[in-house]
């Protein structure tokens, strides 16, 4: 299987339309590839929180048409990274109140829609994406060909317990879009390769290069085998990051060396008959 992470530059002397035909663009030129990975919230910035609110666009706004188009374009499955959505009737939301999320497209090789998720930890410690967005609450995997994926948006990577989550839904490969700030690019890196050994899954994780809203992005978007090792690893830099893999290699490294099954918190309680 071939995945490629497209290691996009926000900055802010360009703008959300040139970046958005741009980027598709580059989708496009990934015909051939079976993956495709976005980062997180590349339309406006993983830190320019005062554009959340003008940028954001309803779950079939122009970003998803673009990448839905690109997907189909290209013939690709595509992970459009992530969008700043705004809840209207329709979109997912019983109550189409306004609310942003922070929200994930997954797109079929044809173009249809193939997942929405909607990021469930939200960074900022009560300010910033964690006091303008909602948070999602539904764990999201999306069943391709050869693989499972299990969605997780940047600041998830933190939070063990929803890739556990993930497994138990059927999870092989975690893709990860990200707005990772440079100044713990180091934790970047350990978390991916932490969350692959745990969970003996794959790792696609894709960042942002450049800055904005002041802050230098990490970029260093990586790939991480089911035993930790890193396969592909890009630099600080606007880059397209294309790796193959075996998705394969999953199963064989759980039945070599069968961890998951020695789990014993977090699982169900046991039920005893009897008073």
Same mark, same amino acid.
């Given at each position: ?112 829609? /193939? ?5 469930? @930890?939200?960074?900022?410690? +009560?300010?910033?994406?964690? &006091? #303008?967005?909602? =948070? !999602? ?75 904005? /809203? ?5 970029? @260093?978007?990586?790939?991480? +085998?089911?035993?930790?090792? &890193? #396969?592909?690893? =890009? !630099? ?40």
């Amino acid at each position: 299987m071939r995945a490629s992470l497209l290691q996009v530059a926000v900055n802010e002397d360009e703008s959300v339309e040139s970046r958005r035909r741009r980027v598709a663009a580059m989708v496009r030129d990934q015909a051939g590839a079976d993956l495709v990975v976005l980062p997180e919230l590349w339309t406006t910035g993983a830190f320019a929180y005062e554009a959340f609110d003008s940028e954001a666009e309803p779950l079939e706004g122009p970003t998803f048409e673009a990448m839905a188009k690109a997907a189909s374009d290209a013939g690709v499955w595509l992970h459009a990274g992530s969008v700043p959505e705004r809840a209207v009737s329709g979109s997912g939301s019983a109550a189409g109140d306004g609310t942003l999320y922070n929200t994930s497209l997954v797109f079929s090789p044809s173009g249809e829609l /193939a997942a929405a998720y909607r990021k469930i @930890h939200r960074f900022g410690f +009560d300010k910033g994406e964690a &006091v #303008l967005m909602g =948070a !999602g609450d539904e764990l999201v995997t999306v069943r391709l060909p050869h693989t499972v994926l299990g969605v997780a948006t940047c600041y998830d990577l933190r939070f063990p317990e929803l890739f556990r989550g993930l497994v138990d839904a059927g999870a092989e490969t975690f893709v990860v879009p990200a707005g990772w700030p440079e100044r713990r690019r180091s934790h970047w890196t350990l978390l991916a390769r932490a969350r692959a050994v745990e969970n003996q899954s794959f790792v696609l994780a894709c960042g942002t290069a450049g800055t904005h /809203a002041g802050v230098p992005q990490a970029g @260093h978007s990586i790939v991480v +085998d089911p035993w930790g090792e &890193v #396969l592909a690893e =890009a !630099g600080p830099g606007e880059e397209i990051l294309t790796v193959d893999f075996d998705p394969a290699t999953v199963a064989g490294t759980r039945e070599r060396f069968p961890a998951l099954k020695d789990r014993v918190l977090g699982l169900p309680a046991p039920q005893h008959s009897g008073a």
